[in-house]
């Protein structure tokens, strides 16, 4: 089952278990969507449960928050991550504050599909999870395979908090894997260990748990060991285990899509450096893209977008300090 | 350090030059409860007698070397166990370190054997910067900026390197690293003491270099202390008679041991008794000694010292000693001749604008001396005198001193007046210029002035004064000048100034 699929399974398992779940967004009814997860979904579930919304990112996650405070379990779907920013207010001044504000939980789920890597250029391409990591009350997810998508999917579908569920575009065909037929959760703050590893490890999620791995097969030649920890959720994310990886490999490599400054690699190296100081033997590398918009041209994606080459390079620099 | 996990006692390392220690008696025997800093031990080295306080709190698992052994600085002594936990004696078995008790020559030679061709460096800069699990002897110093590290240069310690050297006692420098421009990365540092570099490594040590208390010292032991540092205060000088026949260094004796004649007994040197041996003939190999001695009127300073005393002992505990007025009035001279107070290094002349005054104190039984230092003496009036020369020699004889009480002095005062002696020729304690002797103070016939300016003969306390100093830096006739102006000082002393 590919990433795509396991999205789309999750969805409608959630839909016919759960009558509060309803799909809004551009596009998605009649024409299944974009990317088309919800295929066939407004023929199941007839236009009152798969909405098709007008043209405005502000009106659906409005809509979505109202709904949600009156009880429903509302998805959202940004036909691109990059248009969210017109649905900023709603998210950030409403629905993520709305629980300490007036005490009411707001359970929605958007989802945004992320990344580049087609050419897709600066407005179709964009990693924006770290702006919302630093919202207190919003939920980052970023699924890396489609098990976890479809389980990610689930617990934010079923999460009393607005959830940003990040589904990466560049995995949707690519990645397939089997995924188990029966409806699941996958809990929220739990790292994955996506290759166990001695010398060197690599804190990722999202596309570049799979770049991570690529590098990693690479550099088996070389005899350095890699361990890939696939954070799953940023927020919450599972500090334990990376420590944990931290005190294993005592080198550390963070790595993502994102651009560099303010990027939750930051985070999670302030965190290595105050929690684990005395367990480092390298200075702790991040490798994310540089501080600019995403290129249109292929050439100049590709030397944007974290490459394998890139990241082999950047593990073999620390593993070698 | 909470006391999770099995605590190693070591040599601790008492003062720059000290590289081993012998345990004097055990206050603790295995399977006692200890607290954190309470006394487990008492040590003796050339410097100071002290003991070691518990770094943790638990149980006396294992004693590793026993009473009488002189060991290396970082040899681990004990092993103390967290309290309850029955901790696995998993680090402390492949150290089994009791060194095989009869060690003759060879048997120690023997354990010695991964660098036996290095049998007569002396520890601290050896260091090959080759095979890993060669354990070389770890130098005394902790890892920081030593540079002992092949070629010299200083590399990065990481964070995690120097958490796992100090929890297992591994000296950074003599792990080879793999890491870029041969930084010991955390995997050398794990391999190191996986192959059991950390717990072996004193081990050889151990036995190459004390020779045991029943040998007198092979060649490489008093190697060790001496090549260090010869611009170092040490210790310094017994009254002179005493010190001036000194025994040929150990370091010549043959490594061969005699058997004692008829009649004769062997009795075993204390590392503090190696460590005068070896300053005493030093300083005679180094300073061209020369004394010269005054005699001078203690009349005024025994009526002084009367009134005062009883003033002291009420008011402050305090005893006005003669030595607190010597000392006193030498501090003041010493103002006044800078070279005195100096000393030669190299071939620079280094002069102070403070002196440190070291007394020899000696240390009950007649079985050594010490030389504590009160710094800063400048500073002090004849109360504040007294009362430090006081509480260091308590000290002293209470082996309460630490290493810095010994160290940096620059000049010294010998007492050995006490017993009646009236003159001495004291040695000096390197690197300082001179050393003071102050003898007995006794009522003679002394030829006065009268009223009218005509010779009498009164009944006045007389005491001597030795200056011996190092020709080499100080002349005769300097020398002169400052016995006369230190005589002048006491004999007209001036209540007002002190």
């Not at chain 2, 200083?154 to 950074?172: L, Q």
């Not at chain 2, 008829?262 to 300073?287: F, K, N, Q, V």
């Not at chain 2, 400052?482 to 006491?490: H, S, V």
Request: hydrophobic residues 40%; negative net charge; glycine residues 8%.
């Amino acid at each position: 089952m590919t990433y795509l699929q396991a999205i789309s399974d999750g969805l409608r398992q959630e839909m016919r278990r759960d009558k509060r779940v309803f799909v809004i967004g551009e596009d998605v009814g009649v024409y299944g969507g974009a990317f088309k997860v919800t295929l066939g979904f407004q023929e199941e579930f007839g236009p009152w449960r798969v909405i098709d919304a007008p043209l405005s990112e502000t009106a659906i996650v409005g809509g979505c928050t109202g709904a949600a405070i009156m009880g429903m379990r509302p998805v959202a779907e940004m036909q691109f991550a990059d248009f969210i920013s017109c649905a900023w207010d709603h998210l950030v001044t409403v629905a993520a504050k709305q629980r300490w504000r007036a005490g009411t939980p707001v359970p929605i789920t958007v989802r945004l599909p992320s990344g580049g890597g087609f050419s897709g250029g600066p407005f179709h391409s964009q990693n924006p999870e770290s702006s919302f990591a630093h919202i207190p009350g919003l939920k980052v997810i970023c699924p890396a395979t489609p098990e976890d998508a479809k389980g990610l999917l689930a617990t934010a579908i079923q999460d009393p908090n607005p959830c940003l569920y990040f589904e990466h575009k560049h995995l949707y065909r690519r990645l397939k894997a089997e995924v188990p037929e029966e409806r699941y959760e996958t809990p929220f703050g739990k790292a994955r260990v996506h290759r166990e590893g001695e010398d060197v490890s690599v804190i990722t999620w999202g596309a570049m748990v799979h770049t991570a791995d690529e590098a990693a097969q690479q550099l088996e030649g070389d005899d350095i060991s890699v361990e890939i920890v696939d954070l799953r959720t940023l927020i919450p994310w599972d500090k334990q285990a990376v420590l944990a990886s931290v005190s294993k490999t005592s080198k550390v490599v963070v790595l993502h899509e994102d651009t560099l400054t303010g990027g939750f690699g930051g985070e999670i190296a302030a965190t290595i450096a105050e929690e684990a100081f005395e367990e480092l033997d390298a200075p702790l590398k991040r490798i994310a893209a540089p501080d600019t918009p995403v290129p249109f041209s292929p050439v100049l994606e590709k030397a944007y977008i974290p490459q394998v080459e890139e990241v082999v390079a950047g593990i073999k620099e620390v593993a070698e300090y | 350090m909470a006391t999770t996990s099995a605590i190693d006692v070591v040599m601790p390392q008492m003062g720059v030059s000290v590289s081993e220690g012998t345990i004097t008696k055990w206050l603790k025997q295995e399977g006692e409860p200890i607290e954190a800093d309470e006394s487990l031990l008492e040590i003796s080295t050339d410097k100071v007698d002290t003991e070691v306080p518990s770094p943790g709190s638990g149980i006396v698992q294992q004693i590793l070397v026993q009473e009488g052994e002189t060991v290396e600085v970082g040899t681990k002594l004990a092993v103390i166990a967290p309290a309850g936990a029955e901790a696995p004696a998993a680090e402390a078995a492949p150290a089994a370190q009791e060194p095989p008790a009869p060690a003759t020559q060879e048997a120690a030679a023997e354990a010695e054997a991964p660098s036996s061709s290095e049998g007569e460096t002396p520890v601290p800069e050896a260091a090959p910067p080759e095979a890993a699990p060669a354990p070389a002897p770890p130098a005394p110093a902790p890892v920081a900026a030593d540079d002992s590290n092949g070629g010299g240069e200083k590399t990065f310690i990481s964070p995690v390197v120097a958490r796992i050297a100090s929890e297992h006692g591994v000296d950074v420098n003599q792990v080879s690293g793999t890491g870029r421009g041969g930084r010991v990365t955390k995997k050398d540092i794990l391999g190191f003491v996986e192959s059991g570099g950390a717990a072996e490594q004193p081990e050889p040590q151990e036995q190459a270099a004390p020779a045991a208390p029943e040998t007198p010292a092979p060649p490489e032991t008093p190697a060790a202390p001496a090549a260090p540092a010869p611009a170092e205060p040490e210790p310094a000088p017994a009254p002179a008679a005493p010190a001036a026949p000194a025994p040929p260094a150990p370091a010549s004796t043959a490594p061969a041991q005699p058997e004692a004649e008829p009649g004769e007994s062997y009795e075993p040197m204390t590392a503090m008794r190696r460590g005068i041996a070896e300053h005493m003939r030093r300083s005679l190999d180094t300073s061209a000694h020369v004394t010269s001695a005054i005699e001078v009127d203690m009349s005024r300073v025994v009526a002084i010292r009367k009134k005062l005393k009883a003033e002291y002992q009420k008011s402050y505990g305090v005893n006005p000693t003669y030595l607190a007025f010597v000392a006193r009035a030498t501090v003041d001279t010493l103002r006044d001749y800078p070279w005195i107070n100096g000393e030669l290094r190299g071939d620079q002349i280094v002069t102070r604008n403070y002196v440190n005054l070291g007394f020899a104190v000696e240390l009950a039984d007649g079985k050594g001396l010490i030389v504590p230092v009160v710094r800063h003496t400048e500073g002090l009036n004849l109360l504040g005198m007294a009362r430090a020369i006081s509480e260091i020699a308590q000290r002293a004889r209470d082996k309460k001193l630490l290493p810095d009480d010994v160290q940096g002095g620059t000049f010294t005062i010998t007492n050995p007046g006490g017993y009646g002696t009236f003159h001495g020729t004291p040695v000096i304690s390197q690197p300082q210029a001179a050393i003071l002797g102050t003898y007995a103070v006794v009522k003679r016939p002394w030829v006065i002035q009268d009223d009218r300016g005509e010779d009498v003969i009164a009944i006045r306390p007389i005491m001597n004064l030795t200056l011996t100093y190092d020709h080499r830096l100080v002349d005769g006739a300097l020398a002169g000048r400052f016995l006369r102006d230190l005589r002048e000082k006491l004999e007209s002393w001036d209540e007002t100034k002190y």
